[in-house]
Structure formats: structure tokens, C-alpha cells
């Protein structure tokens, strides 16, 4: 018996029918073994020790695994072909080897480009040893980010209270959205105007001509400042004679895009789907590790962690059958196009994101795939079938016209005609932000000495415009561009900003919150070096350096460990108003930004008592700006807040927001022992004060007097009910908002409802519970069969109290957080149960009848 370890169930179950009854399948589930949260776990004294500890959820199924191993003749490691496949099955070997479960069993390490069956016997085929160059990396990495967040991070808690943690790559990241919110912010517009001609040639077609040239001097961008100045050259253009000077045209050729790395799927399903990098990776996910076709599961396309842009010559082959059967031999270039990978270490250069099979249309699948999967699916393969196609083919054209009014004037009309579409039949890359297109244009026949006629003069004003905000796409562009992280981290490092608070995503943006921009100018200020862009790309080469086995990954660690923590013990007596000094100037733009028809300068002189100076502060509620003569000033106000919006804080951290209109009382916002509420008035006596609870999707620093009034109004009537009469109320709960008629209460997507929701909405949603039954663990209707497991039996998708959940009868699993649960699958659900199973949890309790 050889024994197989791979890291998903699913996959296990589908590798288990390829490999026969001679091989036995596991699921390691993901890793197994981690640096316990706590200090200690690397040790730099003892020449960086690593403490590891095995995963509680991972314990049963490893001692299952080392009980086959001990009786097996060969033990293969086949998780992830990745880095993080290449730890997890070092892991796996080092806990079984503790365990004394591998006396006599040959070791393998293999790895599946592809599940599919003949993707899987060749790797069974071709075993290797586990790369011990390849697990240095990831010890050399796992111990830097360790190092950096446990040594950081309680830095930022003592020096910038309010802060959650700092990590290697994760700051980096916040530096690039925070700098270019900052250069949003310097930003200033200016206005400048264009003039275009709108002609018509000789045989009638209207073309544009825009002015590019006043009295033999070249215009740039900005040349022409006022409207004046373009009245004055339009109103003379417009009794101007127009005469064609040359026209010259060029052919050019656009080459197809290569085929998918991790980080190009990622921008294009952005741009194009609208997923967000999560979401991407979730269904590729899926589509790699496969769905039943004509009975057996297959892998639909290939490993998708990858840096690399080649793809294997048989895959070539079969493309370049697609295009021939389907497009025709005028799209088939003579020769197939090799791309080769930037990827600066070879041993993570693998093949690109391709279909399996390429003869697999994305039309034959669709009907069997979730839509995600099918419309990622269709992408990857128009994608992976244009990168060999033939060039698309371009004449471009230029026309120079003269004009001669009181002054002379140059003006220029371009165009492009596709001569051949070639790969553009197929497919054309998205772009992040909308670009002036020449191609879009189209020039009528024009010959020099042609005069065309004019038809309109146009004089249009612009305004330069700040550079755009990242969106997920444009920063992991940004981020692969600088060479800051790998393809396996840039989703979980934007998770990670996003569930630190330190930004949100506005309309796909993502915008620095005002704890991730003090987070980063504390680090500038105080380890500037250690989120510099190029200092960050130099670590990750030398962690390249350590996977290809050029050099020690010790030495690697030994070397930062002695500059980083220099640095640290040089700031340990820093106070912490030093660093609001820091801050202030680094973010004196953003704190104090200037009035408005002012001299443009930062306003840092207090309002109220005119001789203090705003300065940053530290509060229960966060950071605000306060005068430099409190206690004698009192004047606060919010960040990003005007002067004219500045509610008082008291000594106790009490922020008056102001009176209620109804009632004269004073509204404040305070902080508890369960946290954040607004209250009405002060307690008389024993009565106590109306109170209510900041949701915690509200900002506590930032909350209004209109949004605390209207917090303190709940329960809110909704109406009464058509057919019983009961009132219903909206509010919110323990377990965030709802509507509640009776003893029914039915949840709110999002706590903004409780204060919108209507009548008809409200008996909609009330009645949609009623129908479903009670709830999790008490008979609550089945949003959804999954199917018939093997192991666990029936198994189905509920929506409980808590939220939605797979269950079996015996095991209740929820849904994990960011999941599309109707998007789970009998194999998705098989494996939660299975892990809360082997945690202990999720079993549903029974009553005891007494005798």
C-alpha cells in the first residue's frame, strides 16, 4: 500500500480513483503546523529556533495519516506545486517522522500541474525529493514576517495607541495606497483648454483635427490657460482657410497578451468580471481542483499560483488546433509563440493558467459549471487561445493641415484602421483607467493639398485631474511591478488591510482610512527603511535567491535581524508625543489642510482660541485634532473635519454631539465597557439615560448628531402588519439588525436598512423566515440539497441565527466569512464537516427526556 498526502478532500477523492486500490488518499487540509501567536516562537539567540505547533484541527487527521504510513511501502507528499505545497509537506514529513510512523516507507514528493488523469500518472511518474532550497525560502520568509509583526507591532501598541499591527509585506502594500492618496491630496488642478477643427474632406466625411501648433510654436498640454486666450484662437480659426500638408501612414502590428501568471488573472477579472482577488482565486480554485464530466471528476484548468507564461508544447499543439479548426489558417501564425517568464527563480516558474484541455469550450462546460466558474473558465481560455494567435495588423495614418487666419496654425488629425483583426477576434486585455484611443478613430481618404471644409471650431476647457486611486488590479500591478510579495500572497495581504480597518474599497477604490495613514507615517518616520519600496523588492530577491540555493537563508535572517532590531532599540525611548510631532508634519496636508481661498498653506492655528496650535491627538474614540493649550482650549474636532464641524471632547473622553431638537437634551458619544454607545441626556437620580449601542460597521470617532439621533430612535415602527395587525419594528440586536413581528424576527443585510426598510420589504422578509422554519439546529428549512455523501450521508445548506451553515443531521459547519454559500458544493461541504467533526465542534445537541 503507498500512501498519498494532498492538501484538499476534494482533490483526495479524485486522485484516489485515478491511483486504484493500490494507493490510499489524505487531505493534509491546507497546514498543518504554525509559529504559535506568541513571543518566543522564533528565536534569534538560539540561532533562530523555530517553535512550531501542530494545528489542533489537523491532529486527528495526522495521526490517521501516520497509522497508514507506518505499514506502507511508499509515503508521497503530493500537496500544492507551489512554495506553500513544498512547506505543508515538509511539515507533514517532519510531524510523522516525530511520530516514528516512516520505519520503512520510501519518501516521494510529486506535484500535479493539472487534476486530471493523465496530468496526475505522469507526476506519479516522475517523483523528486522534497527541495530543501525551497523550504529554506519559506523558513526564511515565515521567520521575517514573524520577527517583523511581533516586534513591530508592539512598537505601534505603545508609541500610536489605537494601531493593530505592522507587517513585512502588508505595510509596503498601505505605503503605496496612503502615498497615493497623499499625492491626491497636494494635487492641484489647473485648467487649460484644447481647440479642435471639425472638418470635412474632400468627399464629405467629417473627421477631427486637433490644433497642435500657434504661429510655428508647438503647443503642449497646458499652453493654453484661459478661455480667453482659446476664444481668440477659435474665433480666428473659425475665419481661417484649411489646407492639408501631408499625410502619412504606417502599418504596425499588435502582438497578443501572454497567457495567465496569478497576478495578470487577478487584474483582468477585476477589470472584466468585477471579482475581487479573493473571489478569483476561490474559483480558480474550483476550476482546478474540478468538476464530474461523463462520470469522472476533471480538473479543469492548471495550477494557479504561478509567475510563469509558458505552457507545455502539447498545450501549445492542441491551441493551435483550436485556432485552425475554428478561425482558419489566416489566424494561426507560422510559428508558435514561446513567452518566457520573468519570474526571476525558475524553480516557481510554472506553467501559466491554461484549460486542461483546450478542446474543452468554454460553451460545453457552462451548463455544468457555477456562473463564476464559467465565466472565469471562459476567460482563462480566450485568454490562453489569443496568446497564439496571429498578430493583429494596423495602418496608422497622420494628417498635418495648415491654417491661415491672422496668425498660422498647425493642427493634426489622427487614425487607425485594423487591416486584420487577428488575436483582437478574440480577445483585448481591460484596462484600469479609460485612456484616449486612437484605434477608435477612423480617418476619411485624405491627400496633401487637399482643402477641407470646415464645418465647427471647438474650444473646450479641461482641468488636470489627480492620478487615480488603486483599485485591487492596478495595486497588485503596482506591487508585482516593484517585486513586493509573490503571486500566493497579494490576496491575503489586501484581506489583511482590509480587516485591520486600515482601508476600505469605495465604487472598487480602495481609500487609506485614517488608522492605516498614521500606521504608515509612523513607520516612515520612525522605519523608513523597512518600507521602502526597493529594500522590500531587494529582501524578496535574496528570499529568490535562497529557493534557487545561491545562498544561506540563516545568513539571510542573521543580517536584517542585526540592522532591524538596532532600530528598534533605538526608538525605545520615544515618547509618545514625539510621535505626534512626527506625524504632524508628515500628514500636515491631510490633518491641516489648507482654508479654503486662503494662501494655501496648512492651517494649524486654533480657531477658537487663536494663539494654540492643532496638533494631533490620542483619544478612547481614536485620533482627533486638538488646540496645544488644552486643558485651558478645548476646541477638538474630527480628522478630515472642517472648523465649522468640530464637536467638544470632554477630559472623561465624552464627545458632545449636540442637543436633541425634540427633547433640548444633550446627545454624546461615549465609550463603555462593551463598547462604543451614544446616550440622551445625563441620569437624574435613578432613572437612567436612553442609550444605544455604535454598530460596528458605524465609525465610533466619526459619528454625527443626526446618525446618534437617529441610533437612539430605535426600535423603529415599520407598520402594522397587513393581515394580523401586529406592528412591526426594525432595530438592532445581538445579532446585527433585523425586523420583528411577534416572536418572528427575520435579519437585515446591512445596519443603513433598519432606518429604510418599508412595510411591503418588511412582511416580505418576515414571511421568507416563517417559511424556512425556526433555525439553525431546530428543524429550519434547506436552502439547499447538496446531495448524497458516501461517508456523512445527506447533507444540506441552511440559514441559521448565526448565519448560513452545511449540516448532516449530526455535524453542524458554517459557511466560511466572504463564501458565496449557494456557491458550495456536496464536496466543499463534505470537507467543513469533516474539519468541525475532527475539531470536536458542530455537534447538535439532543434533549434528555426525563424517565
Not at 271 to 281: D, E, P, V
Not at 688 to 702: G, M, N, V
Not at 730 to 738: E, K, L, S, T
Not at 750 to 759: P, S, W
Given at each position: 500500500m ?15 480513483k ?33 517553535k ?26 503530493a500537496?500544492?506545486?507551489d512554495?506553500?505545497g513544498?512547506?505543508?509537506?515538509w511539515?507533514?514529513?517532519e ?11 520510501e ?40 520577527l ?7 512598537v ?7 494601531a ?9 502594500a498601505?505605503?503605496?495606497v ?6 491626491i ?26 490644433l ?8 503642449e ?21 484649411f ?16 497567457p495567465?501568471t496569478?497576478?495578470t488573472l ?5 477589470r472584466?468580471?468585477g ?14 481542483e ?8 476533471q480538473?479543469l484548468?492548471?495550477?494557479?499560483r ?21 478561425y482558419?489558417?489566416r ?34 462546460v457552462?451548463?455544468?459549471l457555477?456562473?463564476?466558474m ?13 496568446s ?31 487591416r486584420?483583426?487577428g ?14 484611443d ?18 465647427a ?27 513586493i ?11 489583511v ?19 492605516g ?8 518616520s520612525f ?11 531587494a ?5 529568490d ?7 544561506d ?42 482654508k ?5 498653506e ?11 496650535q ?22 477638538t474636532?474630527?480628522?478630515g ?29 461615549r ?6 454607545f ?7 437620580g435613578?432613572?437612567k ?7 460596528k ?19 423603529r415602527?415599520v407598520g ?11 432595530g438592532?440586536?445581538?445579532?446585527g ?9 427575520a ?8 432606518f ?17 422554519g425556526p ?8 436552502l ?7 461517508e ?12 448560513h ?5 449530526k ?26 467533526a475532527?475539531?470536536g ?11
Amino acid at each position: 500500500m503507498n500512501v498519498v498526502v494532498v492538501e484538499s478532500p476534494a482533490k483526495a477523492k479524485t486522485i484516489n480513483k485515478y491511483l486504484g486500490g493500490d494507493y490510499q488518499v489524505f487531505a493534509s487540509y491546507g497546514h498543518v503546523r504554525d509559529l504559535p501567536a506568541k513571543d518566543g516562537s522564533v528565536d534569534p539567540d538560539t540561532d533562530f529556533a523555530m517553535k512550531w505547533t501542530v494545528d489542533p484541527k489537523a491532529q486527528k487527521r495526522l495521526n490517521e495519516i501516520a497509522a497508514a504510513a507506518k505499514d506502507a511501502d511508499k509515503l508521497i507528499l503530493a500537496t500544492d506545486p507551489d512554495r506553500e505545497g513544498e512547506a505543508i509537506s515538509w511539515h507533514v514529513l517532519e510531524v510523522l517522522r516525530k511520530k516514528g510512523a516512516l520505519k520503512r516507507a520510501e519518501i516521494e514528493r510529486v506535484v500535479f500541474n493539472a487534476i486530471t488523469k493523465q496530468a496526475v500518472l505522469d507526476a506519479m511518474s516522475h517523483p523528486r525529493q522534497i527541495d530543501d532550497s525551497l523550504v529554506d525560502a519559506y523558513l526564511a520568509r515565515r521567520a521575517l514576517d514573524y520577527l517583523v509583526g511581533f516586534t513591530l507591532s508592539p512598537v505601534l501598541w505603545r508609541k500610536l495607541p489605537g494601531a493593530r499591527s505592522a507587517g513585512r509585506v502588508q505595510s509596503v502594500a498601505l505605503k503605496l495606497v496612503c502615498d497615493r492618496e497623499a499625492e491626491i491630496e497636494a494635487f492641484r488642478s489647473q485648467e487649460y483648454w484644447s481647440i479642435v477643427a471639425k472638418l470635412a474632406a474632400p468627399g464629405g466625411e467629417a473627421f477631427d483635427a486637433r490644433l497642435t501648433a500657434v504661429a510655428g510654436d508647438k503647443l503642449e498640454k497646458l499652453s493654453i490657460g484661459t478661455g480667453d486666450e482659446a476664444e481668440a484662437i477659435r474665433a480666428d480659426l473659425d475665419g481661417a482657410s484649411f489646407s492639408v500638408t501631408s499625410v502619412e501612414s504606417k502599418p504596425a502590428k499588435r502582438n497578443p497578451f501572454p497567457p495567465f501568471t496569478t497576478s495578470t488573472l487577478q487584474q483582468e477579472a477585476s477589470r472584466k468580471l468585477g471579482f475581487s482577488s479573493a473571489r478569483t482565486m476561490q474559483t480558480a480554485q474550483k476550476l482546478y481542483e474540478g468538476v464530474a464530466l461523463d462520470g469522472e471528476t476533471q480538473g479543469l484548468i492548471t495550477y494557479m499560483r504561478t509567475d510563469g507564461v509558458q505552457i507545455a508544447p502539447e498545450a501549445i499543439s492542441a491551441t493551435r488546433d483550436v485556432i485552425s479548426g475554428r478561425y482558419g489558417e489566416r489566424y494561426l501564425p507560422n510559428a508558435p509563440r514561446v513567452y518566457k517568464s520573468k519570474a526571476k527563480n525558475a524553480q516557481e516558474a510554472h506553467e501559466a493558467i491554461r484549460p486542461t484541455e483546450l478542446s474543452r469550450l468554454p460553451e460545453h462546460v457552462r451548463n455544468v459549471l457555477e456562473p463564476d466558474m464559467a465565466r472565469l473558465y471562459e476567460l482563462i481560455w480566450t485568454r490562453t487561445v489569443a496568446s497564439q494567435m496571429a498578430s493583429a495588423e494596423i495602418e496608422r495614418t497622420t494628417a498635418e493641415i495648415a491654417a491661415q487666419g491672422t496668425r498660422s496654425y498647425g493642427l493634426r488629425a489622427t487614425g487607425s484602421v485594423i487591416r486584420f483583426d487577428g488575436f483582437l477576434k478574440l480577445y483585448q486585455e481591460g484596462r484600469d483607467d479609460a485612456a484616449d484611443d486612437d484605434e477608435a478613430r477612423r480617418l476619411p481618404p485624405l491627400a496633401a493639398s487637399d482643402v477641407p471644409h470646415k464645418q465647427a471650431i471647438e474650444a473646450n476647457q479641461h482641468f488636470t485631474e489627480p492620478p487615480p486611486r488603486y483599485t485591487e488590479a492596478s495595486l497588485i500591478k503596482r506591487m508585482e511591478e516593484l517585486g513586493i510579495g509573490r503571486p500566493s500572497t497579494y490576496t491575503a495581504t489586501l484581506q489583511v488591510l482590509r480587516d485591520r480597518d486600515y482601508v476600505v474599497i469605495d465604487k472598487k477604490r480602495l481609500v487609506p482610512e485614517d488608522k492605516g495613514r498614521l500606521v504608515t507615517a509612523f513607520l516612515e518616520s520612525f522605519f523608513q527603511r523597512y518600507v521602502q519600496y526597493d529594500f522590500t523588492a531587494a529582501l524578496e530577491e535574496r528570499l529568490d535567491r535562497i529557493s534557487a540555493g545561491d545562498i544561506d537563508w540563516k545568513t539571510v535572517l542573521r543580517e536584517f535581524w542585526q540592522e532591524f532590531s538596532g532600530v528598534v532599540e533605538g526608538i525605545s525611548d520615544l515618547r509618545v508625543a514625539q510621535v505626534l510631532d512626527a506625524l504632524n508634519d508628515i500628514l500636515q496636508e491631510h490633518l491641516f489642510p489648507p482654508k479654503e481661498g486662503g494662501n494655501g498653506e496648512v492651517a494649524r492655528a486654533c480657531p477658537s482660541c487663536e494663539d494654540g496650535q492643532l496638533s494631533l491627538k490620542i483619544g478612547k474614540f481614536g485620533a482627533f485634532i486638538g488646540c496645544s493649550n488644552y486643558p485651558e482650549c478645548r476646541y477638538t474636532r474630527q480628522i478630515g473635519a472642517s472648523e465649522d464641524d468640530a464637536p467638544a471632547v470632554g477630559d472623561d473622553g465624552v464627545r458632545e454631539l449636540g442637543n436633541d431638537p425634540d427633547t433640548g437634551l444633550m446627545v454624546t458619544a461615549r465609550a463603555g465597557r462593551f463598547g462604543p454607545f451614544v446616550q440622551l441626556g445625563e441620569q437624574q437620580g435613578k432613572e437612567k439615560p436612553k442609550r444605544s449601542s455604535i454598530p460596528k460597521d458605524f465609525d465610533a470617532a466619526a459619528i454625527d448628531l443626526e446618525t446618534a439621533l437617529k441610533l437612539l430612535s430605535l426600535p423603529r415602527e415599520v407598520g402594522a402588519d397587513p393581515e394580523s395587525g401586529e406592528m412591526i419594528v426594525a432595530g438592532i440586536g445581538r445579532y446585527g439588525p433585523f425586523v420583528n413581528r411577534g416572536r418572528t424576527y427575520a435579519n437585515l443585510e446591512t445596519t443603513a436598512d433598519v432606518f429604510t426598510v418599508g412595510l411591503n420589504r418588511a412582511v416580505t422578509l418576515l414571511a421568507e423566515k416563517q417559511n424556512k422554519g425556526p433555525g439553525r439546529g431546530r428543524g429550519a428549512a434547506p436552502l439547499k440539497t447538496l446531495g448524497a455523501h458516501p461517508e456523512l450521508g445527506d447533507i444540506v445548506l441552511k440559514d441559521g441565527r448565526y448565519g448560513h451553515y452545511v449540516t448532516n443531521g449530526k455535524v453542524n459547519a458554517t459557511i466560511p466569512r466572504g463564501t458565496d454559500p449557494l456557491g458550495v458544493d456536496l464536496e466543499q461541504a463534505a470537507a467543513l464537516i469533516s474539519a468541525k467533526a475532527a475539531s470536536g465542534g458542530g455537534k447538535k445537541r439532543t434533549r434528555k427526556r426525563a424517565s
